[in-house]
């Protein structure tokens, strides 16, 4: 499966991890499930987008999937999300997030890139204070 998803019920955390070649449709599908599961509200995420593959992306899938995201009922403005990032794939994702902040915010929903793991859940948990 190109898309995992975990969720820490105890941390408020949701994981998920992208590996190989990723299509706007398996992304969308994600979101939906995810964004639409209202016991999920007020959760942070750590988005794990290192070994993606996002070359299927053009900028109208992006703007597609930012408004789809911006709908979602379990997506809270208070709630933070972290995504980790390589090289290769740093701007497409930018791009992304940048979008959906657009679409979401003015709810101030903050986010912020990592290329390392450890990095991106201690920034999480500071975040709220735990």
């Known amino acids: 499966m190109p898309i995992d998803c975990s969720v820490d019920r105890d941390r408020k955390i949701i994981s998920t991890t992208c590996r ?6 398996e992304f969308f599908d994600h979101q939906r499930v995810n964004g639409s599961d209202e016991s999920l509200f007020g ?3 750590i988005l794990d987008t290192r ?3 996002f070359s299927e992306f053009d900028h109208l899938a992006l703007q597609s999937i930012a ?8 997506i809270d403005s208070n709630a933070v999300l972290a995504v980790l990032v390589s090289e290769g794939n740093t701007k497409i994702i930018v791009e992304l997030y940048q979008m959906v902040e657009k679409v979401v915010n003015g709810s101030g929903r903050e986010i912020q890139f990592f290329q390392r793991p450890d990095e991106a859940y201690s920034w999480v948990e500071k975040y709220h204070g735990r």
């Open 20 to 25: 190989g070649k990723i299509t706007r449709q």
């Open 67 to 74: 408004q789809v995201t911006g709908q979602l009922p379990a």
């Open 51 to 53: 070994e993606a593959d």
């Open 43 to 45: 959760f942070d995420e």
